[in-house]
C-alpha cells in the first residue's frame, strides 16, 4: 500500500517519490466524533502491529488533560505490555529486513515464531492479539489472570537465547554485512534537522529516548541503557533494534519484581469531560515518538485529535537516504526505516 | 576467519532442522493422526485398534485420517459471537449507547414484568450486525447488568452479508458459553472453560444477584 | 587404476546385449540406436519423476528448517503434492503477450529444460554404463551449460517487458561471468584424471577429488549454485525486487517448464559433482554402484537445500566481483597448482598417477588452501568486521549511558 517512484539510471537511483495515502481511513475525523473511551479503539489500528504503545500515548493525552491519576499497578501492567510490544514489532523488523534482503523467510519465520509466544501473552491479558484496546483513561482495563506470571516468566527465561540464535544467524554472517554495512547513511544531523525520531535517530548516535528525557509511567524506577549506533547505516538500525529487544526484558524482569498488588483502574465516569484545554501526551513506540495532541471543549467527545505518527515523519528523510544507491540496496533502505503505513496514513 | 559467520548461521538452521520442539504449526480445521493417537484417543492398545478397525488404521497409517483440531485459546479470548442472558437483560440500551460504530439496534416494548423495580423491557428487536463489529468489547463493559457477554467462537463465516446479523432469537437460543473476558465473576469459577461442556447459568453470569422480591418490599414498600 | 568390482544392480550391458544378439552383423548401429533409445527414455522420465518429487521435497525441507510444515494436505504427507502443481498448471491459460516474438517466446524454456536433458546423458550410472562413454564429456558439460544462458536471455527479450528484461540481462551476466571459473575447476580435474571422458574419471578415481582438489570443490560449487541462481546467487529471481525477472510473462505449461529445469538444475548439479568429485558409483561392499551414487548426489543436494534455506542473496555488483576478483584468482590458482604437482609426480614413463601421488596431492593442495584462507580472511574480514565504538553524539544526549 505504498508507492515509490523512483527515476533510475541503469541500476542507480535518481530520484524517489513516495506516494502513499491508500491506507487512509480518516482517524483523526473519526475521533471527533467518538468519545473519549470509544476512540481507543480506533487508535489500536494506528500502527497495527504496536497497538499497546499506541494505546498508551492517547490515554496519556487524556489524563493530561483530564488530570486522571493512575494507580500504580495499572503504570507497572501499562510498562510490561508496552515493553512486551516493542519486542513483538523490533522481531517483525528485523524478519522483514531479512525477508527483504532474500534470506527466503527463514529468519522471518523464526521471529514470527517468537512474536506467537508474546501474542499469546496478550490474549491473556486483553482477549486480544492485535487489537488490544486495553488502556483506558485512568489505568488499564482488567488485570493480568493468574496463569499470566508464570507464562511471562518462562518467555523472560526463553527470549535471550532465542535473540542469541537469532543474531548468531545474522550478525556476523558476511552476506549480511557486505549488504548492509555502510549502506544508507544518516547522519546525525540530518536527522535531527528532519525530526527523526526512535531506532532510526538513535542509530546515528544520537542518544535519545523518550522513556528517559521525559519519563511516564515508572520509566524512572527501572534501569536501562539505550543503545545506540555508530554510523547511521541500516546495520546499525538492525543492531540497535537487536539490543533495544534485550533492553525491552530487562525492564520487564524488572518490573516483575517490583509491581505493587492494588487498583487497576482509577474511577472516571463512563463518558469523560475534560475542562476545555489542550494536551499533548508522547510515548516511545517502537518505531520513533508517538504524540497524540488533544483539544477538547469540554464535551464528550475530542474537539480535535492530531496524530504525530513517528513512520511518516521518518520517511520524509527517504530521499536522502536513497539517492545514489543501487535498486538493490533501494529495498533493505526502505526495509530497515521500518514503516508501518497505518502509521503513515492514519 | 572469514566465513564464520555464514558457518554460525548453518548450525542455527540446523540447530532448527533436527529440535522437535521448534515446530510451531498448529493444524486446523483438522489435523492427520497416526494409528496409535487413534488408538490411545479410543483407549484400547494399538493393535486391538488395528484389529477391530482395519480399514481406518490402514487410512491412517498412509496418512489420510484426519480429526478435527482446536486452536488453544485462553477463556478470555474475545470471540466473535456474542453471549447474553435475557433474564438479566432489562433493554437499557446502554450497549448500543457506547459501541463505537453504532452497529447494535435496540427496539423495546414494555412488557409488564417486574414493574415495581423499573419495569424490565421486552426486547423486540436486538440486532448486532457481526459484518461490521470490529470485537472491541465495549457494549460488554458497558452492560450494567452483566446480560451481554462476548463469545470464544470465531466460525462465524456466512454467504450473505444480510446473515451477519445476529437477531435477538438467536441470541435467545444460543448456548451460553461466555468468554471470561471483563467477567472477573466468571473466570473464577471453578474449572470453568468456555469451549468445555458446562454451561454458565443466568444466575451465575452476574456479579451480584437480583435483589428477591421479598427484599424489595421490605426495604421499599414497608418503610 | 582399474576400479573396484562393483556389483551393478542393474545391467546396463543388458539391453545392448539384448539388441545386439537380436539384430545382423551390419545392423549393429540400429541395435545401439534402439538400445539407447530405451535407456534415455527411462533415464529422461526418472529425471522428471525425480524432479517432481524433489519439489515436495525441498517444500518440505524448508518447512522443517522454518519450524513450519510444507504441503501436507494432498496424499499422504502431502507426496501428492508435485499432481496437484502439475493440474493447476495446465489449467492455466497460456498467454503469449501482445508485440512478443512468438517463436522465440515458446523456444526460451524448451531450450532451457533440453539443456538438462543433454548433460545427464553423460553421469556415468555404473561400471558398465555404455551410454556416458562421449570422450569429450567434459567439454559438452560446460558447453551445454552455457546455453542455459542463452534461454534466460531469449525468455526476457521475447517477453517485451522491461522488467523481464532487466532480470535477463542481469542474469546473463551473472551467468557467462560464472563459467570462466567453473570451466577452469573442471579444467583441474580433466588434468588430475587425465582425460575429458566423465566415464574415465569416475574409473581414475581411487582417491575423491574432493578431497584431492578442495579448492576445485569450492570453486566448482560456488560456480555451480551462481549458474543455477540458487541462494546465495538467486538475483535473478528476486521476488522483492523485481516482479518475476524474466519469467514474468510466462504462464501456465510454458512456466511449468521454466520451473521444471530449475528444480531440475540442482539435481544435476549434485549429480555432476558426485561424479566429478565424489568419484560416482565407487564404493564399498554390497552395495551396488547406482546406491553409491544416489547417496552421494542426494548429500550434495541436501547441502545446496540447507544452504538455500540460510543465505540471504548478494548484490549484483557483489556477485560479478566474488566471480572475477574472487572465484577466478583462485580458479587459476588451482589449476596452476594442480598442474604443477601432476608434472613432478606422474610417472617418468607411463605418465600415470598413482593413489600415493593422488594422496600427496592432496596433502599439498590442503595446505595451499588454508593458506589461502587464511590470506584472504586476513585482507578481508578486519576491514568487514570493523566497526567505530558508538560514541554519543553531542547533539542532543540526554546524560544517559552509552551502550
Given amino acids: 500500500m505504498f508507492r515509490l517512484r523512483v527515476t533510475f539510471d541503469g541500476e542507480v537511483v535518481l530520484d524517489v517519490e513516495p506516494v502513499f495515502g491508500y491506507l487512509h481511513r480518516g482517524t483523526e475525523k473519526l475521533a471527533e466524533e467518538r468519545t473519549y473511551v470509544q476512540v481507543v479503539t480506533l487508535t489500536d489500528r494506528l500502527d497495527y502491529v504496536s497497538a499497546m504503545t499506541n494505546n498508551l500515548a492517547y490515554v496519556r493525552a487524556v489524563e493530561k488533560l483530564a488530570g486522571i491519576e493512575v494507580p500504580e499497578r495499572a503504570k507497572y501492567l501499562r510498562v510490561i505490555s508496552s515493553e512486551l510490544q516493542r519486542i513483538a514489532s523490533h522481531l517483525i523488523a528485523t524478519g522483514f529486513l531479512l525477508q527483504e534482503l532474500g534470506a527466503f523467510a527463514t529468519p522471518l519465520m523464526y521471529c514470527f515464531r517468537e512474536r506467537e509466544r508474546i501474542l499469546e501473552l496478550f490474549e491473556m491479558l486483553c482477549g486480544a492479539r492485535i487489537t488490544v484496546s486495553y488502556m483506558r483513561p485512568g489505568g488499564v482495563l482488567q488485570d493480568a489472570p493468574e496463569d499470566f506470571w508464570p507464562a511471562l516468566d518462562e518467555l523472560v527465561k526463553a527470549m535471550p537465547q532465542y535473540i542469541e540464535e537469532l543474531e548468531g544467524l545474522i550478525t556476523s554472517n558476511e552476506i549480511v554485512l557486505a549488504r548492509t554495512k555502510d549502506v544508507g547513511v544518516l547522519t546525525a544531523e540530518k536527522a535531527i534537522n528532519a525530526s527523526v525520531t526512535g531506532p532510526m535517530l538513535r542509530a546515528t548516535g544520537v542518544q535519545w529516548d523518550l522513556r528517559k528525557a521525559d519519563p511516564h509511567e515508572v520509566y524512572d524506577r527501572v534501569e536501562f541503557d539505550v543503545p545506540i549506533g555508530a554510523i547511521g547505516d541500516t546495520y546499525d538500525r538492525y543492531l540497535v533494534r537487536v539490543q533495544e529487544m534485550r533492553q525491552s526484558l530487562r525492564i520487564i524482569e524488572q518490573c516483575v519484581k517490583q509491581i505493587p498488588k492494588g487498583d487497576i483502574r482509577s474511577r472516571t465516569a463512563y463518558f469523560i469531560r475534560p475542562p476545555v484545554g489542550d494536551a499533548y501526551g508522547a510515548v516511545e513506540s517502537p518505531k520513533g515518538e508517538l504524540g497524540f495532541y488533544l483539544v477538547s471543549d469540554g464535551g464528550i467527545a475530542p474537539y480535535r485529535c492530531k496524530i504525530r505518527s513517528p513512520s511518516f515523519i521518518n520517511l520524509t528523510v527517504l530521499r536522502d537516504l536513497l539517492a545514489g544507491w543501487k535498486m538493490a540496496d533501494l529495498i533493505i533502505i526502505f526495509g530497515s526505516t521500518d514503516i508501518v503505513l497505518g502509521e503513515v496514513d492514519r | 576467519m572469514y566465513g564464520a559467520g555464514m558457518a554460525k548461521g548453518l548450525l542455527v538452521t540446523m540447530k532448527n532442522f533436527v529440535k522437535p520442539d521448534r515446530m510451531f504449526t498448529v493444524q486446523y480445521p483438522d489435523r492427520k493422526v497416526s494409528p496409535t493417537e487413534l488408538a490411545k484417543m479410543s483407549g484400547v492398545g494399538v493393535f486391538t485398534f488395528m484389529r477391530k478397525n482395519p480399514k481406518t488404521a490402514f487410512k491412517a497409517m498412509t496418512g489420510q485420517m484426519t480429526v478435527p483440531a482446536r486452536l488453544k485459546q485462553h477463556p478470555r479470548f474475545r470471540g466473535e459471537e456474542f453471549t447474553w442472558y435475557e433474564q438479566r437483560c432489562t433493554g437499557c440500551a446502554s ?55 462476548m463469545g470464544s467462537g470465531f466460525e462465524e463465516g456466512k454467504y450473505r452479508r444480510k446473515d451477519l446479523v445476529v437477531t435477538v432469537d438467536r441470541l435467545k437460543s444460543q448456548p451460553k458459553h461466555p468468554s471470561t473476558w471483563f467477567r472477573p465473576q466468571i473466570q473464577g469459577k471453578e474449572g470453568y472453560h468456555p469451549h468445555g461442556e458446562k454451561d454458565v447459568t443466568w444466575q451465575e453470569a452476574g456479579r451480584h444477584e437480583q435483589p428477591s422480591r421479598k427484599h424489595q418490599e421490605e426495604k421499599w414498600a414497608k418503610r | 587404476m582399474e576400479g573396484q568390482a562393483v556389483k551393478a544392480g542393474f545391467d546396463f550391458l543388458g539391453i545392448y546385449g539384448f539388441f545386439d544378439g537380436l539384430m545382423p552383423e551390419s545392423l549393429d548401429w540400429l541395435a545401439f540406436l534402439v538400445a539407447g533409445f530405451i535407456l534415455a527414455f527411462a533415464i529422461i522420465n526418472a529425471l522428471v519423476v525425480s524432479t517432481a518429487v524433489y519439489t515436495w521435497f525441498e517444500r518440505r525441507a524448508l518447512g522443517k528448517f522454518q519450524s513450519r510444515l510444507g504441503p501436507n494436505r494432498w496424499g499422504p504427507f502431502g507426496l501428492l503434492q508435485p499432481i496437484a502443481d502439475v493440474v493447476k498448471f495446465m489449467s492455466k491459460e497460456d498467454t503469449v503477450p501482445d508485440g512478443a516474438d512468438r517463436q522465440v517466446f515458446t523456444l526460451a524454456p524448451i531450450v532451457f529444460v533440453a539443456t538438462g536433458f543433454l548433460v545427464f546423458a553423460l553421469i556415468p550410472l555404473g561400471s558398465n554404463d555404455w551410454l556416458s562413454r562421449l570422450n569429450i564429456g567434459l567439454v559438452f558439460i560446460i558447453a551445454v551449460t552455457s546455453v542455459n544462458t542463452l534461454a534466460i536471455f531469449m525468455a526476457g527479450w521475447s517477453s517485451r517487458n522491461k522488467y523481464a528484461m532487466f532480470g535477463a540481462m542481469r542474469g546473463v551476466a551473472m551467468l557467462i561471468s560464472y563459467e570462466v571459473p567453473m570451466a577452469l575447476a573442471i579444467a583441474a580435474v580433466a588434468l588430475a584424471s587425465q582425460s575429458l571422458s566423465t566415464y574415465t574419471v569416475v574409473t581414475n578415481q581411487e582417491v575423491p577429488f574432493m578431497l584431492v582438489m578442495p579448492l576445485a570443490f569450492f570453486i566448482f560449487v560456488a560456480a555451480a ?85 540460510t543465505w540471504p542473496r548478494l548484490r549484483v555488483d557483489q556477485i560479478m566481483e566474488f566471480a572475477w576478483k574472487g572465484l577466478f584468482p583462485l580458479s587459476l590458482l588451482n589449476l596452476f597448482a594442480v598442474a604443477t604437482e601432476i608434472q613432478l609426480l606422474r610417472d617418468p614413463v607411463t605418465g600415470a598417477l598413482t593413489d600415493s601421488d593422488m594422496w600427496a596431492m592432496a596433502a599439498i593442495n590442503w595446505a595451499i588452501t588454508g593458506i589461502v584462507f587464511l590470506a584472504v580472511s586476513r585482507m578481508f574480514a578486519r576491514k568487514q568486521l570493523q566497526r567505530p565504538l558508538p560514541k554519543p553524539s553531542p547533539l542532543a544526549n540526554m546524560g544517559a549511558e552509552a551502550e
Fill in chain 2, 95 to 149: 450497549c448500543a449507547k457506547y459501541c463505537p460504530l453504532g452497529i447494535i439496534r435496540i427496539v423495546t416494548s414494555p412488557s409488564g414484568e417486574q414493574v415495581q423495580e423499573g419495569q424490565k423491557y421486552h426486547l423486540d428487536v436486538f440486532d448486532i450486525d457481526i459484518g461490521r463489529c470490529m470485537f472491541c468489547g465495549l457494549c460488554v463493559e458497558a452492560c450494567p447488568y452483566d446480560a451481554l457477554h
Fill in chain 3, 225 to 309: 549454485s551462481a549458474e543455477m541462481s540458487r541462494t546465495p546467487f538467486d538475483l535473478i529471481e528476486s521476488e522483492s525486487e523485481l516482479g518475476s525477472g524474466y519469467h514474468t510473462e510466462y504462464s501456465g505449461m510454458k512456466f511449468a517448464l521454466f520451473q521444471l529445469a530449475e528444480f531440475m538444475a540442482p539435481i544435476i548439479v549434485s549429480c555432476i559433482v558426485a561424479t566429478l568429485f565424489l568419484s560416482g558409483w565407487r564404493g564399498w561392499g554390497p552395495i551396488p554402484g547406482q546406491v553409491w551414487f544416489i547417496l552421494k548426489a542426494l548429500v550434495v543436494l541436501c547441502a545446496l537445500l540447507w544452504f538455500r534455506a
